[in-house]
C-alpha cells in the first residue's frame, strides 16, 4: 500500500495517523476517568494523571504532523459524492475535532503552567507558558473539563457518521480510512 493518499483512498500515513489517535484519545480519556478508582494522594492515582498529561502532550505532537500532512495530501474523493450539506457537515466536524485535539492539551499545558507544576513529556520536563497563577488555571480547568466533555460527543458523532456513511448511505467515505487488503 502507498504511503501517500490517492484520489480514491488515504495512504498508509494518513490511516495510521488516524487510528492511533484514536487509539491515544481513548487511553487519554481512560486515563483521566481511570485515576478516581483510586483516592486522592495516592501513587496510583498520580500515575494515572501523568499518563493523561504525556498522552495529552503526545495528541498535540501528533495532530500537529497530521495538520501538516494534510495540508500537503489530497483528500481521497466520496463515492458516491457526498451532498453540500453533507459536505459541510464532514467539514466543520473534522474541522472541530482538529480544534479539540489542539485546544485541550495546550489548556492542560496551561493549567500545569498555571498551578506551578511539572510538565512531563516521557522522560522530559517542558518549559511552562505562563507563571505561576493559580485562579487563571482554575479557569482553564474549567474550560478544559466542559471541553472534554464536548470532545465525548464529538468523538462519538464521528464514528456515528461514518457507521451511517458505510451502512445506510452505503458510500465508501469508512471504507477509505481502512487499510487495503
Not at 166 to 180: A, G, N, V
Amino acid at each position: 500500500m502507498n504511503w501517500k493518499n490517492t484520489e480514491h483512498h488515504y495512504g498508509s500515513l494518513s490511516i495510521r495517523m488516524h487510528w492511533l489517535m484514536a487509539a491515544l484519545m481513548v487511553l487519554v480519556f481512560a486515563s483521566i476517568e481511570g485515576r478516581q478508582l483510586f483516592e486522592k494522594g495516592t501513587e496510583m492515582r498520580d500515575l494515572f494523571k501523568m499518563w493523561h498529561f504525556m498522552l495529552g502532550l503526545l495528541v498535540l505532537l501528533l495532530v500537529s504532523l497530521r495538520v501538516y500532512l494534510k495540508f500537503i495530501q489530497i483528500s481521497p474523493k466520496i463515492t458516491p459524492p457526498l451532498t453540500p450539506t453533507q459536505a459541510l457537515g464532514a467539514k466543520v466536524g473534522h474541522f472541530l475535532l482538529y480544534v479539540f485535539m489542539i485546544a485541550m492539551p495546550i489548556a492542560g499545558w496551561l493549567i500545569l503552567s498555571g498551578e506551578g507544576k511539572v510538565i512531563p513529556f516521557f522522560g522530559l520536563e517542558l518549559p511552562a507558558l505562563i507563571d505561576v497563577n493559580k485562579p487563571l488555571a482554575e479557569a482553564i480547568e474549567e474550560f478544559h473539563e466542559t471541553l472534554g466533555e464536548i470532545g465525548y460527543y464529538l468523538i462519538g458523532l464521528h464514528a456515528i457518521a461514518a457507521l451511517i456513511h458505510h451502512y445506510i448511505q452505503k458510500d465508501d467515505t469508512l471504507i477509505r480510512m481502512l487499510p487495503k487488503k
